[in-house]
């Protein structure tokens, strides 16, 4: 095929090409957060110029841990541990589209600038997992009214994590006192209680519990000193 010229492929993992499987190819475009992978792949010798475009993708893996899915204008993320901060995110052509971002229990960090700019979100729910949500990480995204946070102990948080902090914060009753200290969370003009039957179990059960105790008295013990 000498005269090809242009090829388009929605594989997100490059296809395996056999020996002069193509003749040279001046663009050829690929699913966005790939392009790294047809670079370092047989692709590159074939072709001049990867593109990224957007393909109708509505869920996948992120990063070596988490998994993500797409549906009715709500974007969750399940898995374990970190997000990892990346250059590109496989959701990225559905930013405007995102209303509501639900992150699943067993992920314990947000990264810095992960959801800053989604415009028309106005709802987060947070697990009771999440210990730790970086600077900007909702920044500008000032129609975020709800955000549902079931940690017995608040993430450690910036200022910076939040834009609008007129939104309601619905927090675990009987946690309510742990955030109204908290330098950031009790920020929030309005701190509304989730009932009991509401909130997630809690996967730590008395040990995990525990364990909040423990990290919530170095916090304090650590703000005293500062």
């Known amino acids: 095929c000498s005269a090809l010229d242009t090829i388009s492929i929605n594989a997100t993992t490059p296809p395996t090409l056999g020996e002069k499987a193509l003749s040279s190819v001046s663009i050829c475009y690929i699913p966005i957060c790939t ?51 990346l250059d590109c995110t496989p959701w990225e052509w559905l930013i405007d589209s995102i209303k ?19 415009t028309k979100l106005n709802k987060v729910i947070l697990p009771s997992s999440l210990e730790e949500i970086g600077a900007n990480a909702f920044a500008n995204c000032r129609r975020l009214y709800e955000i ?12 910076s994590s939040f834009t609008n902090y007129n939104a309601t914060l619905y927090i675990p009753c009987e946690h309510k006192q742990y955030y109204q200290s908290d330098m950031v969370f009790r920020i929030f003009s309005k701190i509304d209680c989730i009932s009991s039957e509401e909130v997630e179990t809690d996967v730590g059960g008395e040990m995990g519990y525990a364990a909040d105790k423990v990290m919530l008295q170095s916090r304090m013990l650590n703000l005293s000193k500062g």
């Open 35 to 85: 392009q790294v992978d047809y670079v370092n792949s047989n692709w590159n010798d074939y072709v001049d110029t990867f593109e990224e475009h957007p393909i109708n993708v509505t869920s996948g893996s992120y990063g070596p841990n988490i998994n993500w899915k797409y549906k009715d204008s709500k974007l969750s993320l399940s898995g374990s541990g970190n997000i990892s901060k």
């Open 100 to 118: 509501e971002i639900e992150i699943e229990n067993g992920i314990t960090n947000i990264p810095a600038d992960a959801f800053s700019n989604y």
């Open 148 to 159: 549902y946070s079931y940690a017995s102990i608040p993430p450690l948080a910036e200022v």
